[in-house]
């Protein structure tokens, strides 16, 4: 087997891992305690579209997989990222997400949950922001608030709102719902490669590749000092 990817969940009872072996890309769940796999999922359809980015909802119970490439619905190729949301237990796909439509496809590079799984918000190399109902996935917002490539995504607890970071240093706080620009904040220095929520929703911190932290009132766009 060749490793791509693991990811704990959340409540670090099950792992998440990415092989391949002769070619054959698959995504395995374990049972970390009970040293013993839960289930296996791979595509099954001949396209070697390598998962390289995982992330778990907050429940433990699915896991958002990107992959590059996929059947169509003509039956050809499409080279271009998709979201694979997995169920756990079973080791099936219950939706699969193509990364916007043609003329602004880009690959995939950040994805959120919702707290409650209900809405999952991905981020592209260009720029794009796109927010999934998982209810209603035919109705998906395509945003793109960002001029450079998306960094990290973070909803707020109540999943309101939406935090977005890119490599232009630029962060957007956006609503949940339409994608609409709330706010616009801008790193002193670097780029954010996470944003994390104060559990009331008021504050929002970035942290950066180059070690730093920044934090503002997320009502205000105040900065706190250092």
């Given at each position: ?9 959340p ?35 001949g396209?070697?579209?390598y ?12 896991v ?5 490439g ?7 190729v ?21 990364s ?7 690959d995939?590079i ?30 998906t ?30 962060v957007?706080?956006?609503t ?19 944003l ?15 070690g730093?932290?920044?934090?503002w ?10």
């Amino acid at each position: 087997h060749e490793l791509e990817e693991i990811a704990w969940s959340p409540d670090g009872s099950k792992l998440a891992i990415a092989t391949t072996l002769d070619g054959d890309p698959a995504v395995e769940f374990w049972d970390v305690d009970r040293e013993r796999r839960i289930s296996r999922w791979a595509q099954r359809n001949g396209v070697e579209a390598y998962p390289h980015r995982m992330t778990w909802s907050s429940d433990g119970t699915r896991v958002a997989v990107v992959g590059e490439g996929d059947l169509g619905e003509n039956g050809a190729v499409v080279w271009a990222s998709h979201l694979h949301l997995v169920d756990v237990s079973t080791g099936t796909r219950t939706h699969k997400v193509l990364s916007g439509p043609r003329h602004t496809r880009g690959d995939i590079i950040a994805v959120a949950w919702s707290g409650d799984g209900n809405v999952l918000a991905f981020g592209t190399l260009l720029g794009t922001v796109e927010i999934v109902d998982l209810h209603r996935p035919s109705a998906t917002i395509s945003v793109k608030p960002h001029g450079e490539s998306i960094t990290a995504l973070a909803f707020t607890p109540d999943g309101q709102r939406l935090a977005s970071a890119a490599r232009d240093g630029v962060v957007k706080v956006l609503t949940a719902d339409q994608g609409e620009d709330l706010l616009t904040l801008r790193l002193e220095n670097g780029v954010a490669t996470q944003l994390a929520w104060s559990p009331d929703g008021q504050r929002l911190a970035a942290a950066t590749e180059t070690g730093e932290i920044q934090v503002w009132d997320a009502s205000r766009g105040y900065q706190f000092a250092p």
